[in-house]
């Protein structure tokens, strides 16, 4: 193991706590308030003092530590901390932690808190890794990942449709963007040869002349806008605020809606300086900041009234960066870190009002100050911070934000807008924060409220307090506290192009200060002249932009895209099988006849011959026969119909073993034997087919000619394939790569059995990936069958159990069943021996599987059979109170058990699911061979054994279920019955 310095370690340890948090949050009861909070709260804080101690280490080099993660490809997980990264990551951790206790007080008791902050600690972690990542792809990967936990976060109160649609709508734009930024990140990859941040920030002017540039710059800039709600992306945002308030506080204060902003002042060394960037991020800049601006003086609910301010001020920060000044990125950052702390504790005390007094419409509420002076005093603060108002953070950064609007003005048309509407904003900001603070705590006491207002318990209202003593020590003291940190972010950026900047509080008498003064003085007026109107409007929405409804405009897009898709599968798909499989054989023998036809292909070419086995191909012939025979008994007669498939298969595991492959054989015949009973078992719940039911001539033709077209698409398809067969074995071998398999499976892995190693070792990453589909499919099969009813004719019993059940009831002392149950009776007694057998076989193949044939998967399926017998011998309620399979939890266990073992390279400086062996050598069995595969292994069996399972027991359940009829039935019954 490479050594790693102090620092590296830290900053590993706080990127990885957050989602070993999570993790244990996920096994908390729903009723562990206490213990999630505490949780939470201690990974915040711990991971808090990491990146905190790391600020000395910051200075002209980055803290940089990594792994391969894909090296073949040049990619590598690396965590890379500079000024800029330490900055966010505070950011991200300083207001998590006081969210964490705010939210400890806000969420009642009945509510699943646990698994809320299970959701927060992963959406923490996947934000470190956004601005800790020192890869594009890498990074990519974290951003996709924040898109889908803030869809579970804002969707938290799932039983809330506006929660629904919300989260939905920020999952759909936000993953849309980040498959653009995927696209974008590969683009300026291929451009610099690297996907290494390092590389790509020292590679700008390659870039900015690149003829790829623009896609590269469209494509992320389309990730980084829809993130950070840009108009016309803006939309998600105000209905992401039906979360839970501390969510709002958290996510659209200082993390999620900062992930755009900071990969563009990330990149801005290497993207910005070019007409395309000047225009499309000034431009929505300008645009997203009037329309939120505009649009947050009209709101009547107090989050919508801070959503669409939050767009405004995200709008301002993108405009700044799109000024191609290096004055305006240090202005952006600064206003970063401002627009953070006062917008948290905006959020937060909106959250303590409608916590306190049960709504949030500024309509019913008045006259706090009397019932809340705490609160009102904490919230005003905030609120003149977001208007600009001296001596807090917020004028400060404005002022930078005029100044620059002022330097920048010149003959370029939106360079002449600039300082007009910087400052007509500044005013509309004064406008909104103006109306808030006058209609919430002043006027006539508050009446018809759903609770008595009250000041909240004391903790509620801590994080509130530090962030507004925040804001005030910076607007009074800013060289003194948050100076030397913009110092250390901006060097990050900007480098040698560092600017000179000062955030004294007095610049005398200048441009940027009539305008500042106007903007005040101008919302003040303005509230005045119209507050009434504003009060009074009925929509809550803004004039002029009544027609421009964002969640209007993106339902019929969605369902536009619905209908689009359905016209397209009405057109081109079907619902029956057959016609997609026609397609789907008749492209693959065009394909395959076009590439010989091509190259050339000669099957005729004489080759090398080998000796002719009659055995061997008496045994094919048997198996073309259970073919053939299935293939025409699968319409009326499917017993027999399954019993030829299996012999087919049967012939393929003879076959693996003829040819000297028993790895292969053992794993067929057992996947034979799993498969064969379920399919069985599922044909025991389908309609009957009857063969007496007449059919129209016409069918009957009609019938007659799709199944000799079938027949010929088939007889094509399998000459072609056997053609191609002999082709290739009578042709002497390629010299690929299996050879090098077979030499190395045991030096480099520690195996002699080379196809086990293959899975788990040589190819682990393509064998997770399987398992997962494995899983995937077991859930969907389980999911299907919960709402499956078993057709009413297939719940007729057997004859032969018909006729038991008249033998007990003609004879005294014997009720229907006992003849049943004695028929079953050897076998059940004979299958419960065998279980503890078939699992120490199971146990038994897997551990021999490096070395002998067997290995995970085998051992899985050995350990199906187990359960299958139990099942089908003593029936599903005999097994399950018993035995308590829990088959969704194996498939969990075994996912995590195989992706732990595969991130347990990364703790010896490997790449992942790189396998690590040496030998043992215990007192009594002596020299053992012990391998890290096996561990793999292990999650495959796990995860297999559930897969099956489940499906298992979704079959064995229909036994126990009514006919969709008869559950109608039994419920008009119930009905009727008087209560």
Known sequence: ??????????????????????????????????????????????????????????????????????????????????????????????????????????????????????????????????????????????????????????????????????????????????????????????????????????????????????????????????????????????????????????????????????????????????????????????????????????????????????????????????????????????????????KASLFMAAGIIDHETGTRDMRRLSGLWRAMPYTATLAMVAAAAMAGVPLLNGFLSKEMFLSEAVDNAGDHPLHLALPVLATVASAFTMLYSLRFIRQTFFGPPPHDLPHAPHEPVRWMRIPIEALVLTCIAIGLVPNLTIGPVLAGAVRAVLGERTPDYSLAIWHGFNAPLAMSVAALVGGVVLYLVFGKRINTNPRGGPWLMDRLDGGWLFEKSMTGLVRGARWCEGKLGTERLQPQLRILFLTALTVALAAGAARGLDLTAPGRITQFDPAFALMWLVGAACAIGAAERAKYHRLSAAIFVGGAGLVSSLTFLWLSAPDLAVTQILVEIVTTVMLLLGLRWLPKRDAAIPVPASEEARGKRRRLIDLCIAGLVGFGLAGLAYAVMTRPAVDGISRWFVEEAYPQAGGRNVVNVLLVDFRAFDTLGEICVLGVVGLTVFALLRRFRPAPDSLERPAQQVRYDAYDHAREGREPGHTTADALLVPKVVTTWLFPFIVLLALHLFLRGHDLPGGGFAAGIAMTVAFMLQYMTNGAQWVEERLRIQPISWIGAGMLIAALAGAGSWLFGRPYLTAFFTYWEPPVLGKVPVASALVFDLGIMVLVVGASALMLVALAHQSLRRTRAAEAEAEAKAEKEPA
């Open 1 to 342: 193991m490479p050594s790693a310095s102090t620092p590296q370690l830290l900053v590993a340890l706080a990127a990885i706590l957050p989602f070993l948090g999570s993790l244990v949050a996920v096994c908390l009861p729903g009723s562990a308030r206490n213990a999630a909070a505490a949780l939470a709260g201690g990974v915040m804080l711990v991971s808090l003092a990491c990146i905190a101690s790391l600020y000395p280490f910051i200075g002209d080099a980055p803290v940089t530590v990594g792994v391969d993660w894909l090296p073949t490809l040049g990619v590598r997980l690396i965590l890379r901390l500079d000024g800029l990264a330490w900055l966010f990551a505070m950011l991200v951790l300083g207001i998590g932690a006081l969210v964490v206790l705010y939210a400890r007080y806000y969420m009642a008791a009945a509510d699943p808190v646990p698994r809320l902050f299970c959701y927060f600690l992963a959406f923490v972690g996947a934000m470190l890794g956004i601005v800790l990542s020192g890869n594009l792809i890498q990074l990519v990967v974290f951003w996709e990942l924040t898109s889908v936990v803030s869809f579970l976060l804002i969707g938290y109160w799932s039983d809330n449709a506006s929660a629904r649609d919300g989260a939905r709508m920020a999952l759909t734009v936000t993953a849309a963007g980040g498959l653009c930024l995927l696209v974008g990140m590969i683009l300026i990859g291929r451009i610099v040869g690297s996907y290494d941040l390092d590389t790509v920030l020292a590679s700008g002017d390659a870039i900015r002349n690149s003829p790829l540039y623009l896609p590269a710059l469209v494509l992320v800039l389309a990730g980084a806008l829809t993130k950070s709600a840009q108009f016309p992306f803006h939309i998600w945002l105000p209905r992401a605020m039906a979360a839970p308030t501390p969510i709002s506080a958290y996510l659209h204060s200082a993390t999620m809606v900062k992930a755009g902003i900071f990969l563009m002042i990330r990149l801005w060394p290497v993207l910005a300086g070019t007409e395309a960037w000047y225009w499309i991020v000034g431009g929505l800049g300008m645009a997203t900041m009037l329309v939120g601006a505009w649009s947050a003086i009209f709101q009547h609910d107090l989050k919508g009234l801070l959503a669409y301010s939050t767009i405004s001020h995200l709008g301002l920060i993108t405009l700044l960066l799109g000024l191609d000044s290096p004055l305006a990125v240090v202005a952006a950052i600064f206003h970063v870190v401002n627009h953070a702390t006062f």
